[in-house]
C-alpha cells in the first residue's frame, strides 16, 4: 500500500483555516507534513482517515490513549457514567475512590487534586509550592515542557544556558521570566550552587525521564541529588509526571527511580484518553488548600473522566501489561536501530517502558543538546514517508505503545519503517 495523496484531508483543513485558528486545535498540529491529517475514527492500535485510509497509530493523541483506541472497557465506563450525567458540581464516589487508587500506586503520596490538564496542574503544583515555602521563584530545565502557560512556558527550546530565559511566546511578558531559572539537566552542580546563591527558590520542576526532548532517563544519582538539595535548603521537588505517569510503570518514573518528590504532576495517560489531570502530594503540601490556596475548576473531578480513570487502571492492572509494553517497545527500539544500521544512516534510538524515540543525525541521544542536533527537517520526511505506508507517528521523534499494540503489529510496523528509510536515503 502507497498512499500518493489525502485530497479529503487537504479540503477539510482548507475547510478549517476559514473558522479555526490555522486549521487547528493545538498549534503545532498546523505543521504536521505534508499537512493535517483528519481522522473519522480509531480501533485499536490503527486510525482511519476521512480519505479512507488506515494507519498503526504511534502518537496516540500524544500520549493519552494508553489503551489504544475504543477499548471496550473504556467505552463502558463512559457510556454508563454519561446516562447518569457529566458532571454534579459536587462530591461523588469516583472522586475519592480513583484517588485512593492512584495514590497507593505512588510511593510517597497522601492525596490529590483533579483538574483537567497538565498546564493547569503544573500551575496548581506551583502555587501550592511558593504557599508553602513563602518564596517566589523556581527552577526548570532546558528543554523540559510543563505546559503552555506564561508562567511556565520559559526554557523550553532554543533555550540560551546562563542569561535571562526569553518567552517562547509571543504575547508572553518578560516580566513572567523573572522567578524563572532555567538549568542544564544533569548537571548537579548548577544546581547546588544556584541553591547556594540565593534563599527565594520555592520549587524544582522537571520530567524525570526527559520524554519532551528526546526520552533521556537522568544520569545515574541525579534525582537523588536533587533530593537531598531540596531537603537541605526547603525546595519542593515536583516530577512532571505528565508523560511517564502510568507509562512507564503503575507508579511512573517517581517508582522506577525510587525517588519520592514532594508533589507529583500527572495527566495524559490517566484517564485512558479523556482530559484529566492531578497534582499528587504529601498532605503537608496539597493541604494547602485548605489554608488559603486557591484550586478551582468547573470540571475538576467530574464523573465522566473519573469513570474513564477508573476503567484504565482496571485494564492496566491486568496481568503482565508493563513487561509487555517493555517487550514490545524494546522490539520497536530494535528494529529501528537495524534498519538505520542496515540502511547505513546515522541515527539514535532510546527506549524507557512504552515510549520509543528516534533521532537522525547524531550517534547519541542523550542530552537536551544531542536532541537539539537531530536532523528534524530529515525526520520529517520520514515522517511522511511512514504516513505513505500507513504509520502515523509524531513529529519530533517520540513513538508511544498501547495495550492494543500487539507482536504483528510492531513487526509489520519495523518493515514499513525499513522501506520508509530506503526512502528518504535517496532523497
Ligand atoms: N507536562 C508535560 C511533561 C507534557 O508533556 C505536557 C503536554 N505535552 C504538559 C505538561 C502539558 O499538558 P497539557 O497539554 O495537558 O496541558
Known amino acids: 500500500m502507497r498512499i500518493n495523496d489525502w485530497p479529503k484531508s487537504l479540503e477539510a483543513w482548507e475547510r478549517a483555516k476559514r473558522s479555526l485558528g490555522g486549521g487547528v486545535s493545538t498549534a503545532l498540529r498546523a505543521n504536521a507534513k505534508p499537512h493535517p491529517i483528519f481522522f473519522r475514527g480509531g480501533a485499536g492500535a490503527t486510525l482511519t482517515d476521512i480519505d479512507g485510509n488506515t494507519y498503526f497509530d504511534y502518537a496516540l493523541g500524544w500520549g493519552p490513549n494508553i489503551l489504544g483506541h475504543g477499548n471496550a472497557a473504556l467505552v463502558h465506563a463512559v457510556q454508563t457514567q454519561i446516562a447518569l450525567g457529566a458532571t454534579y458540581g459536587s462530591g461523588h464516589a469516583?472522586?475519592?475512590?480513583?484517588?485512593?487508587?492512584?495514590?497507593?500506586?505512588?510511593?510517597?503520596?497522601?492525596?490529590?487534586?483533579?483538574?483537567?490538564?497538565g498546564t493547569e496542574a503544573n500551575l496548581s503544583a506551583l502555587r501550592i509550592a511558593r504557599?508553602?515555602?513563602?518564596?517566589?521563584?523556581?527552577?526548570?530545565f532546558a528543554g523540559h515542557y510543563h505546559g503552555w502557560s506564561d508562567t511556565m512556558l520559559l526554557g523550553y527550546r532554543g533555550q540560551v544556558l546562563n542569561q535571562q530565559p526569553q518567552p517562547e511566546s509571543k504575547g508572553q511578558l518578560v516580566e513572567d521570566s523573572h522567578c524563572v531559572h532555567v538549568l542544564p539537566w544533569g548537571q548537579l552542580e548548577a544546581f547546588n550552587e544556584l541553591l547556594a546563591s540565593r534563599d527565594d527558590i520555592a520549587a524544582v520542576f522537571l520530567e524525570p525521564v526527559l520524554c519532551n526532548s528526546g526520552v533521556i532517563e537522568p544520569p545515574p544519582g541525579f534525582l537523588e541529588g536533587l533530593r537531598s538539595a531540596c531537603d537541605a535548603h526547603g525546595v519542593?521537588?515536583?516530577?512532571?509526571e505528565v508523560i511517564t505517569g502510568l507509562r512507564v510503570a503503575p507508579g511512573g518514573a517517581t517508582e522506577r527511580f525510587g525517588v519520592v518528590p514532594d508533589l507529583i504532576v500527572l495527566a495524559k495517560a490517566i484517564a485512558g484518553g479523556l482530559s484529566l489531570s492531578a497534582v499528587l502530594g504529601k498532605a503537608e503540601f496539597i493541604d494547602m488548600t485548605q489554608q488559603g490556596v486557591t484550586h478551582a475548576g468547573t470540571y475538576n473531578g467530574n464523573p465522566l473522566v473519573l469513570a474513564a480513570a477508573s476503567a484504565t487502571l482496571d485494564e492496566l492492572s491486568k496481568p503482565n501489561t508493563y513487561e509487555t509494553f517493555e517487550r514490545l517497545a524494546a522490539r520497536l527500539a530494535s528494529g529501528f536501530r537495524s534498519s538505520f544500521e542496515r540502511v547505513g544512516i546515522t541515527g539514535a534510538v532510546n527506549q524507557f517502558g512504552s515510549i520509543v524515540q528516534c533521532g537522525l543525525g547524531v550517534v547519541a541521544l542523550d542530552s537536551f543538546q544531542a536532541y537539539m542536533e537531530t536532523d528534524q527537517q530529515r525526520y520529517d520526511q520520514l515522517l511522511v514517508a511512514l504516513l505513505r505506508r500507513g504509520v502515523f507517528a509524531l513529529p519530533g521523534g517520540r513513538w508511544y505503545l498501547s495495550t492494543a499494540h500487539d507482536e504483528r503489529t510492531i513487526d509489520q510496523t519495523i518493515e514499513l519503517f525499513d522501506s520508509a528509510l530506503d526512502e528518504i536515503v535517496t532523497l
Do not use: Q
Open 236 to 240: 519542593v521537588l515536583v516530577f512532571d
Open 94 to 117: 469516583l472522586e475519592y475512590e480513583v484517588a485512593e487508587r492512584l495514590l497507593a500506586l505512588f510511593p510517597g503520596m497522601d492525596r490529590a487534586l483533579w483538574s483537567n490538564t
Open 131 to 140: 504557599a508553602a515555602t513563602g518564596k517566589s521563584h523556581f527552577v526548570k
